[in-house]
């Protein structure tokens, strides 16, 4: 497959740059047997039965960006991909000039960080500081926005771009499809016998990477840690054995239960996935899918492609250009069934 294949022409006022007024105040395209049906979030109630088992991605967004200096005094900015233990990360760092390993970074005026060398793209940098890594980046770090919101973090982004379940520590981007929910949105699915269940899967910048090989089969996808609970596995055979479906709210959930089915039965435990789900991929958990909006050539338009089909997914993106869905992290929904055959 040649990436061209998942590219559309979005036009930019359809990229949602705030949250909708009210959490669970999105529209919601329904793609299923063939048909787009336009809906919304809060009728998401009339879409499930009960015992079928939902999926969320229990990550929390970190303050994972920080600006600072060099000791020759060159200004830098550090985005945090990944924390490897209580004083080191894996970080990008964006300066004029790139900086050696052994020297330091001078980060918010007081944070002073040794940079311990190179791992691929990123930078490992040590804290120089008795307290704990998530600690410092809570109270000097910025919450980081993607990319296409052209906005800095404002004091709505820190409640907005964050679940209302978020937990675990450790993403650098919202597992987005989860920001629709609310606690009412959650208890009322719980009151209708559906199986609220979790994983983490800590979203790295990398999910907003376009696919710049030519073809697909060429890229290298990134790597990301994910952790699937007993309780969640026990849920998911349950419900399947019942002949209820699993919804995955989320590219990210789906990733992990699927990374983690990919040699056999699904599992229980913590692993690190590089999954790239394309067209022809064969899922093993997933009924339906729970997601936002995607961006051209990205990795999840190809998932959800995958997980849709080709032609329906081009339809339902046409559908949805058309309508004037928002897009991206703080745009609308789509609740996607899985296509047989």
Do not use: W
Not at 120 to 140: I, K, P, Q, T, W
Not at 231 to 260: K, P, Q, Y
């Amino acid at each position: 497959m040649r990436t061209d294949e998942f590219d559309f022409v979005l036009p930019e006022a359809l990229i949602a740059q705030h949250p909708p007024e009210q959490r669970g105040g999105s529209r919601m395209l329904h793609v299923h047997d063939g048909v787009l049906e336009d809906s919304l979030f809060s009728l998401l109630l009339q879409k499930v039965n009960a015992g079928d088992v939902m999926v969320l991605n229990d990550t929390r967004v970190i303050r994972a960006r920080l600006f600072g200096i060099k000791r020759s005094g060159g200004k830098i900015e550090v985005m945090v991909e990944r924390v490897l233990n209580e004083h080191e990360v894996l970080a990008q760092v964006r300066a004029s000039k790139s900086p050696v390993t052994g020297s330091y970074l001078l980060l918010a005026t007081e944070l002073s960080v040794e940079v311990l060398g190179r791992v691929g793209e990123f930078y490992h940098l040590r804290f120089c500081s008795d307290e704990a890594v998530l600690e410092l980046l809570e109270r000097y770090g910025r919450l980081p926005l993607p990319p296409y919101i052209t906005h800095a973090a404002e004091e709505e982004d820190e409640s907005r771009y964050q679940t209302v379940f978020a937990r675990e520590a450790g993403a650098v981007a919202a597992p987005t499809a989860g920001l629709h929910f609310d606690d009412a949105m959650l208890e009322s699915l719980r009151d209708k016998g559906v199986k609220i269940v979790y994983v983490t899967l800590h979203v790295g910048a990398g999910t907003f990477q376009p696919v710049r090989a030519e073809l697909v089969g060429e890229h290298v996808m990134h790597s990301e840690c994910y952790e699937i609970p007993q309780v969640t596995v026990d849920a998911i055979e349950a419900a399947h054995a019942a002949g209820a479906r699993v919804f995955a709210v989320g590219t990210t959930s789906l990733r992990a239960l699927e990374s983690s089915a990919a040699k056999g039965a699904l599992a229980a435990g913590t692993g690190e996935t590089r999954i790239f789900i394309t067209p022809g991929y064969n899922f093993r958990v997933v009924d339906v899918l729970l997601t936002n909006f995607h961006l051209p050539k990205s990795t999840l338009l190809m998932l959800v492609s995958a997980f849709g089909g080709m032609a329906e997914m081009r339809a339902a993106y046409r559908h949805a250009v058309e309508q004037q869905y928002r897009f991206f992290s703080y745009g609308d929904a789509m609740l996607i069934e899985r296509k047989i055959g």
